[in-house]
């Protein structure tokens, strides 16, 4: 009874979805007749007209871009939209290889100020990257690097799940001052040598689910900046890349506190870090960083596996500088196994101007079999409860500065 139930359910449901392909209003395919696409073409303006109208449809509706390979010089989604819609990617759609040729701003596809809108399908949205990355030179100037491949502004209440993003100019997916946006089942891929491509930066937001995504690409994998709260990166597998982050905090002057990151049950493989909290010296405010929690991580062949280095200074010297200001506390890292490419597996470094507060170490087992030292431990201004861990990862060195003289 239940499998013939079952059965009469399945042709019910697929008589109905081929109907709607032919008829439905609420099915905007940017190939069919009112559109025009065609595998490719340029579909720039296709797609525009096709979301305008789905945006505007009273009911549910989505856009469709069919299997195929097509142009598209750049879009901006814009909401708000009259009802819940969905942007349903099965084809490859290519950036042009100059920015220059874009119709957008720093920004291949963006999307702005909708709510409810699902992103879906098996398609890929293909930056064309190469030739931004060898010329990229962010260590010098400010106004750098290419196009983002896909940005969410002001987005709520919505899904992005199944697409690819591939060989982005700048960052893969960036987030920002979202709420409640899940993405699931992407993959993110780019040469490991590539500059600037991290996967998905999110910054000043909130409610963000990363779940069963892989990333591979020059940059990190998953970057977090200031004013994110509830963060949860679960089931990622990153690699190549630079890590998973709390990105570089207190560097810039309208910085907002960051709370509620847990990464859980992820894999790294030959990334140049495992997990990092970083914060710049000389921060213009005194924001804080906390309940951060990395659990259930297995690192393979990681280069600094375990940081948190309140003296990130990349581009000059910092020697002079004030420490940092930003407060780190309630921070958590647990059962994280594996391989370290670095003798130093474990760097707590922590500001001698704001110490870290309740630091909890357990369940570490790290191995190093490289030529350079042996496997060691080191923590600055912290002192972190430790349980489960052998002494060469427990603080092996740790130091513990007198506050500055102000
Ligand atoms: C889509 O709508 C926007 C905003 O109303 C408008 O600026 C744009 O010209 C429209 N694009 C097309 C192709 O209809
Ligand atoms: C692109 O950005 C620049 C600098 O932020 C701005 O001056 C310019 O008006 C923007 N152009 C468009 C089309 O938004
Ligand atoms: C960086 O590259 C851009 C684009 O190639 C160029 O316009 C700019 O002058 C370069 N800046 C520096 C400081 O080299
Ligand atoms: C998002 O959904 C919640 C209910 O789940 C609703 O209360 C809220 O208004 C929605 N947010 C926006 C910006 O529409
Ligand atoms: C986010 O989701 C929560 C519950 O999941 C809901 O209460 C809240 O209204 C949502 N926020 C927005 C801005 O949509
Ligand atoms: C994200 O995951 C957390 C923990 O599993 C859950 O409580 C929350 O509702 C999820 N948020 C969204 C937007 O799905
Ligand atoms: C990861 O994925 C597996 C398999 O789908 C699932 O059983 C597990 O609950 C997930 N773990 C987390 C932490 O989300
Ligand atoms: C840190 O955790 C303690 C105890 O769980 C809590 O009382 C405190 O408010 C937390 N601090 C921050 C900044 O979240
Ligand atoms: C215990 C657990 O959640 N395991 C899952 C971790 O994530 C991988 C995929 O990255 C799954 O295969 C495991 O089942």
Request: aromatic share 6%; glycine share 8%; proline share 5%.
């Amino acid at each position: 009874m239940c499998v013939l139930g079952m059965f009469l359910l399945l042709l019910l449901t697929s008589t109905t979805k081929a109907h709607e392909s032919e008829h439905d209003s609420s099915v905007f395919d940017v190939t069919s007749a009112e559109y025009g696409a065609k595998p490719g073409s340029d579909i720039t303006f296709a797609l525009a007209k096709a979301w305008n109208d789905s945006c505007a449809s009273p009911s549910a509706s989505k856009v469709v871009v069919p299997s195929g390979t097509y142009k598209l010089r750049g879009a901006s989604f814009r909401g708000p939209c009259k009802a819940p819609i969905e942007l349903q990617v099965h084809g490859t759609l290519q950036a042009p290889e100059k920015d220059s040729e874009l119709t957008t701003n720093e920004t291949w596809v963006g999307f702005e100020h909708v709510d409810m809108i699902t992103v879906s399908g098996s398609g890929t949205f293909d930056g064309q990257g190469a030739l931004p990355w060898s010329r990229n030179n962010c260590s010098k100037s400010k106004n750098c690097a290419g196009s983002v491949n896909l940005r969410f502004s002001f987005v709520t209440n919505s899904t992005i799940q199944d697409v690819s993003s591939l060989n982005s100019k700048n960052f893969h997916i960036h987030v920002f001052r979202c709420i409640n946006v899940t993405f699931q089942h992407v993959h993110i891929t780019a040469p490991g040598d590539s500059k600037n491509t991290n996967g998905i930066h999110i910054g000043k937001s909130t409610g963000i689910n990363i779940t069963h995504t892989n990333i591979g690409t020059g940059d990190d994998c998953v970057s977090i900046g200031d004013g994110s709260n509830q963060i949860t990166v679960t089931n990622v597998t990153c690699g190549p890349g630079h890590g998973i982050s709390i990105e570089s905090l207190g560097r810039y002057n309208n910085e907002e506190s960051l709370a509620g990151i847990r990464v859980k049950n992820c894999t790294l493989t030959n990334t140049q870090n495992g997990v990092r909290i970083k914060t710049w010296p000389n921060s213009p405010l005194a924001t804080t960083a906390s309940d951060i929690h990395f659990e259930d991580i297995i690192m393979v062949n990681v280069g600094n596996p375990i940081v948190i280095d309140q003296l990130y200074c990349p581009y000059k010297k910092c020697d002079n500088l004030p420490p940092s200001k930003v407060k780190i506390s309630n921070v958590s890292f647990k059962n994280i196994k594996g391989s370290s490419a670095t003798a130093l597996a474990l760097k707590i470094v922590c500001s001698s101007g704001s110490r870290c507060e309740n630091v909890e170490l357990t369940d570490i087992d790290l191995t190093y079999n490289g030529a350079k030292g042996t496997l060691t431990s080191q923590c600055l201004n912290v002192k972190p409860t430790i349980s489960g861990l052998i002494s060469a990862l427990a603080c092996a060195t740790s130091i513990v500065m007198p506050p500055p003289l102000i």
